[in-house]
């Protein structure tokens, strides 16, 4: 028999505005040395773990190797990042650039979503608009002529409502912090329905989520004596969300 | 529906954290004897209720399973509240580490609402209270859930 799903399977992850950099040339990167050079006034942070990729064909012979690692250094001013193989382990340094870009740029984007922290609500609306294409002069009949309508763009709005708890290590100041960033670039969210978690980590094949990069456009602080600390969060798609709502 | 399966993810866990204190306190479950000697002066109650357990659609029915427990620690009346408080947090203690575990693929997943008490009841006509012929002092506390049984 069917089960209602309660709220409690839901959760909301996300992925931090001004985390994805998907142009980097051949010269961002060192020939000795760690330092990337990525681009100024990111969203980086100490810790953050993120994906280095080079575009198919580059040789990265002596140069820091692609794959998952994480943000070792990053100064917004300088645009300047280095990367380490561990959270908060060495950095990571090239004896040789890498080479063979093509047209191709490599990328250094959030690796994954991650749990925002004492979420107590999200909700998520898609809205489409209409387009009157009703037409005079249709063959009288019994009934009076309806109207017609083609479906015109798409739209899309979000909140959330975070609990403020003394754990400030979780995603839920960058939240805040990142809505009056001014590179949103990377803000994602990852809207579960019904999660599945494995070795206590998602699964995302058994899972049901939408993810949807998005814009952040409000973070209301409410602060009272009576009520827990609570920020809401609104947001709204910047590019089709992606809808996984199948359990396999 | 399982609802012994439901019943027996408190039972068992508030049986164990209960059996694990030196010395351990005797849990009675629902429709179980309290069959405590006159010399016990400490002991458990638990009472789970099963609320609304399915939603109904236009042609049939959907799971959807809701219910309450009430747990109650019974220590002895005139010596204070710090026994009885101390017994009554291995309760939510319990509770709220069933409610963290994760949502997996299978069995059965509980979700509790928002803990109500301890409460000490203060109306003479109350069960809990202080005031009552009870040779007992109480304490009571009680919550929501809301649980699936996952296939």
Known sequence: MATVLSGTSGALYYKPAGTSVTTLAISAFPSSGGNITVGTFLGFKVNDPVTLAYPSGAGATGAIAAGDVFVKTYVETTGIMTVSATAGGTALVASAAPTAFGTGTASITYTAAESVGQVREWSFEITRSEIDVTTIGQTVSGTAPFRAYIPGFADGSGSATVYTTDDDTTLSSRLIEDVIKREQNGATMKLYIDQILSSGTPDDTKSRSIEVPVILTSASLNVNPDDGQSVEIAFRPSAAPTFDLSKS | ?151
């Open chain 2, 1 to 151: 529906m399982n609802y012994q399966g439901i019943r027996a993810e408190f039972e068992s866990d508030l049986h164990t954290a209960y059996g694990a204190l030196s010395p351990a306190v005797p849990v009675y479950f629902d429709n179980t004897f309290n069959t405590v000697s006159d010399a016990e002066t400490e002991f458990i109650h638990v009472n789970l209720q099963f609320g609304l357990t399915t939603e109904t659609t236009l042609t049939t029915q959907s799971d959807y399973i809701r219910g309450t427990i009430v747990i109650r620690a019974y220590t002895e009346k005139g010596k204070g509240p710090a026994r009885n408080q101390t017994l009554i947090d291995t309760a939510v203690t319990t509770l709220r580490a069933l409610s963290n575990q994760a949502k997996t693929s299978s069995g059965i997943y509980i979700r509790i609402g928002a803990l109500n008490g301890p409460s000490f009841g203060t109306e003479t006509g109350a069960t809990e209270s202080r005031l009552a012929l009870i040779p007992f002092f109480i304490s009571r506390i009680d919550t929501s859930f809301v649980a699936q049984v996952i296939s």
